[in-house]
């Protein structure tokens, strides 16, 4: 019961209630039957029994998503799609279901202030609302037959049960508190005038009462240069006001350029596959074989096949997968730098990396998530040149909670650390203890503090 609203525990009591006393009505003779409803409802002795009322109907499972949901279950419909294969409704459904982070993230945010643009259609079990909502669709009897190939599908058939919020609605959200600081420099505008014209008018009175007043042309003077003052006042943080949309205007644009540089850069990098090398990745991924056969090997390298079928949709990850990805790159990136002689080599580490670091997972209590150096002292013996402040770039894959898959990238000679989450997470303890490492690692192999600690 403390999982559902107030409307639901109450209409949850009265059918229990009801249900009570349907039981006692029939076990007992009509005197005795009496005695109880005068003891279930403090009715009279004899008084005549109410017809019975049939239990209440919980709320029919609808709910309001803003566009943060809608976004996650838009990843989780193409993740589904990937390889073009349409998928029953039934699927997305359970899919979007089991998604634990969406609907952590759900609680997160009815947990946050009033600041927050983001909200939901209830105020304490939106998550519920929409698990129940997708479980309304789950049984339906078409949702086994029904397929969607796209996300346009999809969403004309989840809307049928959630209702996405219109992008004008979230607009005027975010336009809300716009208007309303305006509203307040308006305010305040009309308050200071209001001043003024009070302060010239308790001037004047006062002046009029006292001998040596000043001329009344000596006290318009003063109010005009007040009045000045408060103007140009209001015209510099009007100025600054505007200027400030300009600054985020650019930057906006700016961003905006820098992503599509970035897309641009990705495609020169990667292509397509051939119609040969996407049957050899789907038999990989989907194909049916003994789970510990080995389908890819780079040196001692290797990955199983069971490993390959957790990159289909909805499985998780294991550390394989990463580990043998990163092989790769490694070996791609010795091979671009065996080319170009000038290019710095960067280093791959393992996701153990970090959780020794840290120490994730120690038996112990009191060392669980304790930053310890010497744990990985020598681990840098293997990077290329064994020295890793000669290398280009340093990635640290990291797994947290063995329920989501981040990684913090060392750009060595930019002296910048940066943390690449797709769910968006700040990840200051890894960067924190990235940077200590670092500057540990300098120390104990240089023997001298790492130079311009202040500018990472």
Not at 2 to 23: I, P, W
Not at 402 to 409: I, L, R, S, T
């Amino acid at each position: 019961i403390t999982e559902f609203d107030k409307a639901q525990s109450v209409m949850l009591s009265n059918y229990l209630r009801s249900r009570k006393r349907k039981a006692l009505l029939e076990d007992h003779s009509p005197k005795k039957k009496s005695k109880m409803w005068k003891g279930l409802f403090g009715e009279a002795d004899g008084a005549a029994v109410p017809a019975r009322e049939e239990p209440p109907l919980l709320e029919e499972a609808t709910v309001e998503v803003d566009n943060y949901v809608r976004e996650f279950m838009r990843i989780e419909t193409e993740g589904l799609l990937i390889n073009r294969r349409p998928c029953t409704l039934y699927a997305l459904a359970t899919a979007i279901g089991n998604c634990d982070k969406l609907f952590m993230g759900m609680r997160d945010l009815e947990d946050t202030n009033a600041d927050q643009i983001i909200t939901f259609h209830t105020n304490s079990n939106s998550a519920m609302k929409l698990k129940r909502a997708l479980k309304k669709i789950r049984v339906d009897v078409d949702a086994q037959s029904t397929t969607v190939s796209s996300w346009k599908e999809a969403e004309q058939l989840l809307s049928k049960t959630i209702r996405f919020k219109k992008e004008e609605k979230e607009k005027a959200e975010r336009s809300s508190f716009e208007a309303f600081r305006l509203r307040l420099v308006e305010l305040g505008h009309d308050i200071a005038t209001k001043a003024r014209e009070f302060f010239k008018f308790t001037e004047s009175h006062r002046h009029l009462d006292n001998a040596a007043a000043k001329p009344q042309s000596q006290l318009d003077k003063e109010d005009e240069a007040m009045a000045a003052e408060l103007q140009q006042a209001y015209d510099e943080h009007e100025a600054r006001r505007q200027g400030s949309a300009v600054i985020d205007t650019a930057r906006r644009l700016a961003e905006k350029e820098k992503e599509e540089e970035a897309q641009k850069a990705v495609s020169s990098i990667l292509r397509e596959l051939s119609p040969e090398e996407q049957e050899v990745a789907r038999e990989a991924i989907y194909g049916i074989g003994p789970p510990d056969e080995k389908l890819a090997q780079v040196g001692t390298d290797s990955v199983q096949r069971d490993s390959l079928h957790r990159l289909q949709p909805g499985e998780w990850l294991n550390d394989e997968v990463i580990h043998y990805f990163l092989v790769m790159l490694s070996v791609r990136d010795e091979e671009l730098c065996n080319q170009d002689p000038n290019r710095k080599r960067c280093h791959f580490f393992k996701s153990f990396f970090i959780t020794k670091l840290l120490n994730e997972g120690n038996a112990n209590p009191d060392l669980d998530g304790k930053y310890e150096y010497r744990n990985v002292k020598r681990w840098s013996k293997k990077v290329p040149g064994k020295d890793i402040f000669g290398l280009d770039k340093v990635f640290f894959p990291i797994n947290q909670g063995n329920a989501h898959w981040v990684c913090a990238v060392a750009f060595i000679q930019e002296k910048r650390i940066q943390m690449y989450d797709s769910m968006g997470g700040p990840g200051e303890l890894y960067l924190e203890a990235v940077f200590q490492y670092l500057q540990d690692e300098h120390k104990d192999k240089k023997k001298t503090a790492l130079p311009d600690a202040d500018q990472w």
